[in-house]
């Protein structure tokens, strides 16, 4: 609770106003992309995928060495972060209210780990898609650190997006095709249902 406030607070200090910061070229294109890591890209698409105003959440593999594949980034030698690229639409859900999402759905103080989950492949990382991003994720980033809103430092990666590999089909909207399966049922859903309860008016079906 301590970390939505504060987050509530910080964003609406002067990051949040979707209507009137939006440039020409944003009302000519509708849709704009944000590609966050936060761990296994399964838990990311299951939250994202539910909020009004993104389009589509797609899994993949940025922030490493060429091409490559889920066996080969599971390796953690490859410099990839799991990720997903989100679409959206800023008349809609900001940048700055999905980094608000992002900030509380992971532990972005822990190094190369969420949960059970270990290794470089799993690091907390925003990939900026322009300038603006870059300037909101990193002024976000340090009133929070200032704030105390976690009791370690946040070490998210800001860096520039690189080239976007999406991940294998079957990775493709993985919860909702395997949500039997024990990592969906005991990981994932918890997660989502926490997501859902804190951030009931951001959704789809809301």
């Known amino acids: 609770m301590k970390k939505m406030i504060l ?5 609406l200090s002067g990051f949040v106003n979707a209507n009137n910061t939006m440039s020409e070229k944003n009302k000519e294109d509708k849709y704009e ?14 939250i994202f995928q539910e909020l009004k105003g993104v389009e589509s959440v797609v899994s993949g593999y940025m922030g490493g060495n060429g ?10 030698q490859t410099g990839h972060a799991e990720v997903c690229q989100i679409k959206f639409n800023p008349r809609i859900i ?24 270990v290794g470089t492949q799993y690091r907390s990382a925003i ?30 990666e800001i860096s520039i997006k690189s080239k976007f590999y999406k991940a294998e089909n079957y990775h493709q909207d993985y919860f ?20 859902k309860k804190a951030f009931k008016h951001r959704l789809k079906n809301h």
């Not at 987050?7 to 964003?11: A, E, K, P, V």
């Not at 992309?33 to 299951?46: H, I, P």
């Not at 940048?95 to 059970?116: C, K, M, S, Y």
């Not at 909101?136 to 946040?154: F, M, Q, R």
């Open 7 to 11: 987050l509530y607070c910080i964003l």
């Open 33 to 46: 992309l944000a590609t966050f890591g936060a761990g296994c890209f399964w838990c990311v698409e299951a």
């Open 67 to 76: 091409e490559t594949t889920y066996k080969e980034v599971c390796t953690g």
């Open 94 to 117: 900001s940048f700055e209210e999905l980094l608000e999402i992002f900030w509380q759905v992971h532990d972005p103080t822990t190094l190369n780990r969420q949960g059970a989950d």
């Open 127 to 156: 990939f900026y898609h322009s300038e603006e991003q870059k300037n909101i994720s990193e002024s976000i980033k340090a009133k929070l650190n200032e704030s105390g809103a976690w009791d370690n430092p946040i070490i998210t």
């Open 176 to 195: 909702n095709s395997n949500s039997n399966q024990p990592y969906c049922s005991m990981v994932i859903k918890p997660k989502q249902d926490k997501f």
